[in-house]
């Protein structure tokens, strides 16, 4: 087990999280997203959806001596969206952070333990942590984009890092647009700001900016928290058809979205993994008795 | 960890507690039925018949509580198998009832004289207060949770349909007399009915193990009776 101190790294709150594709960071991107020591794999082909398996071992997080993540083992298979539910402050969202080495950006936080995409442990001295948050895309609670930046360059902004050109900066945004479901409603004004779209556009347009550098995962932390409910349901329509093309991670403290979007859903409490498993079982004959506990309401 | 829903618990706490006294109320009109039977007291029929709409409006209410439940509180889990429970336990209960009905409706037509068959009459007596005791049996094992005693049911069961046999094989004995063969006809149709809330309470057992267990099964399969095991 490695033990692993970043305070050396710029430390990051919530309001202005990074995005997946660090607009300070100029790395082109070339090839595979993740490799190990300069070896390059051939890119898995989207749509086989055989990559983009995630498997956390032994995961443990802290913020200085607050051991919030403890002990977590835990898989998360290609196509499928999994589910984390847990009462606040139960370390769901720690967890999720460091799938894509959010945690680390937090002083005195640390991480011990392996996460694994695709047999490759992120956490891996040689990885490249610009190709971890391409690989690995996160949405958050509240929609962010970038204030300045049109819809189309808030869509565009992990690409044009890459050194894309004109014509493929506007496919792959289009494709992205498409893909986050906003196509429809923005074609027609993809100059204007993106802060002037309405709350559920922004988040779509948040979800498109992490699709548009085709990530192997999508994290997605409370992403309807601030929406309204057709706003909501639209996401949740979209996580449905996304999970096609991308591994879902979805913490939510909505326990129905959860029985609604999710095939399988985690249960943890005090920053350890209860129950995991399909969700129609989780939430018709749960195994454990503080999982029952927790989604018939009677603690939370 | 603070308790909370406690009043959406209360209320489900309350609505099984309700639907459960439906098998009180079914062995109420059953205990008038079988004093009908025995005494062929009509009017004492035609009070049972009469009741039965507190049997079907406790129902309709406790199904519609439960369907308001569904809709404002997402049960899930011990809750969700518990309301689905109680929904198919309301149906058993009201078709319990409908059977008591199906009784007194006949018992008219078996005349004022004295019965063609007493053997005949202990036999449904009997049958009607073994099922009073299974209907008692399979609300206990509802409200303990109690797996053994609801699989215990089909036990008794089988001794209500053997002495419903036994009532058939009179009634083919009784002779040629036209009185005496409709007569026994019409009893036949009330041991079928005393029959068929026995199997009801079954069910009701079948129930307890799916709150337990999140599994249903049916404790016998009418339809392969030798492929059951216990």
């Known amino acids: ?300 | 960890m603070a308790e909370t829903r406690s009043h959406y618990q209360e209320e489900l706490e309350r609505l099984e507690a309700s639907a459960l006294e439906g098998l009180d109320m079914v062995n109420s009109a059953l205990e008038r039925t079988l004093e009908a039977i025995e005494h062929q007291d009509v009017e004492l029929a035609q009070i049972v018949v009469a009741d039965d709409d507190r049997i079907d409006g406790r129902y309709l209410e406790v199904h519609q509580s439960l369907i308001t439940l569904l809709a404002t509180q997402s049960p899930v889990a011990t809750d969700l198998r518990l309301i689905s429970a109680l929904l198919h336990v309301l149906k058993n209960v009201e078709r319990m009832g409908d059977q008591c009905v199906n009784i007194c409706k006949v018992i008219p037509l078996t005349g004022n004289e004295p019965p063609a068959d007493e053997e005949m009459v202990g036999l449904i007596l009997t049958m009607g207060r073994h099922v009073r005791s299974i209907d008692n049996q399979a609300k206990r094992s509802f409200q303990d949770r109690d797996i053994e005693l609801a699989r215990d049911l089909v036990r008794q069961d089988d001794v209500v349909d053997n002495l419903n046999r036994e009532c058939f094989r009179l009634a083919l004995e009784i002779g040629d007399d036209a009185d005496k063969r409709e007569w026994a006809m019409t009893m036949l149709l009330a041991a079928r009915a005393i029959e068929r809330i026995g199997d009801n309470a079954v069910d009701i057992g079948e129930q307890v193990a799916f709150v337990v267990t999140g599994l249903f099964r049916e404790f016998e399969d009418a339809s392969h009776p030798n492929a059951f095991s216990r």
């Open chain 1, 1 to 300: 087990m490695r033990r692993r101190d970043s305070t050396e790294t710029t430390p990051m709150t919530e309001p202005n999280p990074e995005p997946q594709a660090s607009p300070q960071v100029g790395a082109p991107r070339q090839g595979p997203a993740i490799s190990v020591g300069g070896g390059r794999a051939p890119h898995p082909l989207k749509g086989s959806r055989e990559s983009g398996n995630v498997e956390l071992r032994d995961l443990h997080a802290y913020y200085g001596p607050n051991h919030a993540v403890r002990g977590v083992s835990l898989a998360f298979d290609s196509g499928a969206v999994t589910a984390i539910i847990g009462p606040s402050g139960c370390g769901k969202s720690t967890m999720v952070r460091c799938i894509n080495r959010m945690h680390e950006e937090i002083p005195a936080a640390r991480v011990e333990g392996e996460v694994l995409l695709d047999g490759i442990d992120l956490y891996d001295p040689r990885i490249d942590i610009v190709a971890v948050r391409r690989s690995v895309g996160m949405v958050f609670q509240k929609p962010n984009p970038f204030p300045t930046m049109s819809v189309f360059d808030n869509v565009t902004s992990g690409l044009r890092l890459t050194g894309a050109s004109r014509g493929e900066l506007e496919d792959r945004g289009r494709e992205a647009l498409l893909g986050a479901g906003l196509w429809d409603e923005v074609k027609d004004r993809l100059k204007a700001p993106g802060v002037g779209l309405s709350g559920g556009q922004q988040q779509r347009l948040c979800i498109a900016r992490a699709l548009a550098v085709d990530p192997e995962v999508l994290l997605m932390d409370e992403p309807c928290s601030a929406l309204d409910p057709m706003a909501t349901l639209r996401i949740e329509e979209l996580i449905g058809g996304l999970k096609e093309r991308v591994t879902i991670v979805i913490v939510t403290h909505n326990m129905q979205q959860a029985a609604r979007v999710a095939d399988a859903t985690a249960f943890m409490l005090n920053g350890e993994l209860v129950e995991v498993g399909p969700t129609d079982k989780l939430f018709t004959n749960p195994d454990d008795d503080r999982t029952e506990q927790y989604v018939t309401g009677k603690f939370g």
